[in-house]
């Protein structure tokens, strides 16, 4: 299958997995890692990838989130995040994906500017999240917070489905000067 | 999609079983069960969450998609218009059910009112509670749309005021660059140019006249410096007329 769909198979029981999509598979590895570690009522389970689409002969669980991973100090991350956005079918981005931008920090280091990836998001109406995932205590708390969104997106909690919250996650396109 | 509501069946039975066994057992039954029992309405709430999911999805796809292809713009246009009615809905769905919330309530109080005597004073004081506060916003409220109102006023007038110094200056400086105007050409005006001809002309006559008579008096040979008539004669002869 070249094209990623959300809802092609059956949910597993109080079982909800998150696709990491990046280039840089260190980052990814620490941040499966820390999601592992969130403690969460449902079972979680992580898979990597480097780029889509992904080989069709492995029997895989439904992707319940999609969480592209953007190096904002390589170009690469985000020619190959683009790349892979050919792959994914429409219907993921009503909320079933979303944008990482890791390494905003660091200024210097930075090759991408954030901009380029907030632009991408709102073109693909999806939320878009600031960390920095080489440090410890960030990491930890971008893990659960996507370890929520996680839930809310495989239908975990009752009442709040992954669209509602893409709308709250929506915030306003541009700051506009206020007139004094 | 059929194994849903299989599943779903499933996990009803199991449910009201062990609801049944939690409720005959009341303080014997141990964790595990007590686990198993929220477990269960954790899957049972789960499940119903998927399934409102993929019903909600069925129904989108029977939708029909326009099938002409439209600008990038439109598309963007369009998918604003559809965002903003997602958050329409959403907030009429609060609204409803915060009205709904407040109706249940109301009538649970009217059903209730004669029951709770013993707790009236408190109740009524957290009645009376409400009120106070409520009267306290409404005032307040109306205080700042007052202001609101003076300071839309003041700066009114502000502007107002800018714009007539901002004319006020204008006018000095068109006045001060006609002023200059009417310098300049008037220096440069003809007659200025023949009467300071003329003026030119008769200093140099009357410095002749002068020199004449100085002459005059000097080839008299007589000693002019004794007597102070000729004196006063010979010196006002010196002055120099063109620094007059």
């Known amino acids: 299958m070249s094209v990623l769909r959300p809802l092609d198979k059956l949910p597993g029981l109080n079982t909800a997995t998150v ?82 931008a890791t390494g905003a920090g ?45 839930q809310i997106s495989a239908g975990h909690v009752p009442g709040v489905s992954a669209m509602s919250l893409l709308s709250l996650l929506r915030s306003s396109e541009s700051p506009s000067l206020e007139d004094l | ?48 969450q998927q399934l409102v999911e993929y019903k909600s999805m069925v129904d989108a796809n029977e939708e029909k998609t326009p099938e002409q292809i439209m600008q990038e713009n439109q598309i963007e246009d369009k998918i604003e218009e559809l965002e903003n009615e997602i958050e329409e809905v959403k907030i009429a769905y609060e609204m409803k059910s915060i009205a709904l919330n407040r109706i249940q309530r109301s009538t649970a109080l009217q059903n209730n009112l004669e029951k709770i005597d013993a707790k009236n004073s408190e109740f009524m004081d957290n009645m009376k509670q409400i009120l106070k506060l409520n009267k306290l916003i409404i005032r307040s409220q109306k205080e700042s749309r007052s202001l609101e109102r ?21 006018e000095i400086q068109t006045e001060k ?40 008096i000097l080839g008299s040979k007589t000693n002019w410096a004794e007597d102070s008539a000729l004196k006063e004669i010979v010196l006002q002869l010196e002055k120099n007329l063109t620094r007059i």
């Open chain 2, 1 to 48: 999609m059929e194994s849903q509501p299989e599943k779903r069946a499933a996990a009803e039975p199991a449910d009201s079983g062990g609801e049944g066994g939690a409720g005959g057992l009341p303080q014997v039954a141990g964790g595990r069960s007590e686990d198993r029992v929220t477990l269960l309405l954790r899957l049972r709430a789960q499940i119903k």
């Open chain 2, 177 to 216: 660059n006609k002023q200059k105007d009417d310098l300049d050409s008037m220096e440069n005006s003809d007659k200025i140019k023949t009467i300071r001809q003329n003026l030119q002309m008769e200093i140099n006559i009357t410095t002749v006249i002068q020199h004449v008579f100085q002459n005059l």
């Open chain 1, 106 to 150: 660091r200024e210097n280091l930075c090759s991408v500017h954030r901009n380029t990836v907030v632009r991408l998001a709102h073109t693909y109406r999806s939320p878009v999240l600031f960390c920095d995932l080489e440090v410890e205590g960030s990491r930890a708390a971008m893990a659960q917070r996507l370890a929520r969104m996680l």
């Open chain 1, 19 to 100: 696709l990491l999509v990046g280039a840089d598979d260190a980052l990814l590895q620490q941040l499966a890692d820390s999601m592992l570690k969130t403690d969460c009522a449902s079972e979680l389970r992580v898979h990597l990838a480097r780029s889509l689409p992904l080989p069709s002969n492995v029997n895989r669980p439904r992707v319940d989130l999609l969480v592209f991973v953007i190096n904002l100090h390589s170009k690469y991350s985000l020619q190959s995040v683009e790349k892979s956005l050919h792959h994914v079918d429409a219907s993921f981005f009503l909320g079933k994906a979303c944008f990482l």
């Open chain 2, 150 to 170: 003076k300071r839309l006023e003041i700066k009114k007038k502000r502007l107002d005021l800018k714009k007539a110094s901002e004319s006020k200056l204008l």
